[in-house]
């Protein structure tokens, strides 16, 4: 399933101004201890704690909703956008690829990092396989077309074999309903090059030749999301 993408406590407004802060379980028994001048039965405490545990799992799922990425029978929004392909750039677009087939569009947080290199190495070493299914593939980042220009080309991760796209606003991202975060100033890559960009959460689509999604993979690590990835269009 995909991740949750909350990282913070969800506060609960029934409770004090100076207990909102708080997690939530620190916040209830604050509030139970707080009780001095009427003290509860052990019911009284157990009906509380069940209104504020279930006001707090709504509050989670509303967050969550808001936030949840496309799943299968949802239409694949289209784009187009600069990409590269062993170093040499070139204009992507789904609407054409998906004439030659499904397409497995991958996003991930930033070429360079640890487990992106090992989505991308793992995508390159299997592509072969992706395209005996009928597929292609395409990685979508945040990174600049420079940046996506040296990791394509990279013999130890795209090794010429997986296309990656530059979505250097994260509109594309957004589109899927992905979360974006901002980048951390001063954040190195692996190569201790400055990443300089924000980063989408590592998240797949498999988007059919009709444009629907069949599959969203989400949540797990690097390598088996590639798995799940490649076992989806060799159900297709």
Known sequence: MLSKQIEKPCEISSLSPGA???HPAKAVARMLSSQNSKPLDSMHKGQIMKKLLLGFLGSIA?????FAALVAGDTAPTFEARASLDGEPFDFSLRDALEDGPVVVYFYPSAYTRGCNIQAHEFAVNMDKFIAAGASVIGVS????ERLNDFS?????CAGKLAVA?????EIAKSYNIAVRDGREGATDSRGVEIGHGFAERTTFIVTQDGEIAATIGGISPMENVRRSLDAVQRQ
């Open 20 to 22: 909102k802060n708080l």
């Open 142 to 145: 945040l990174d600049s077309i």
């Open 153 to 157: 080309a990279d013999p130890d991760y």
């Open 62 to 66: 509303i967050v969550l909703t808001a």
């Open 166 to 170: 530059s979505d250097p606003d994260g």
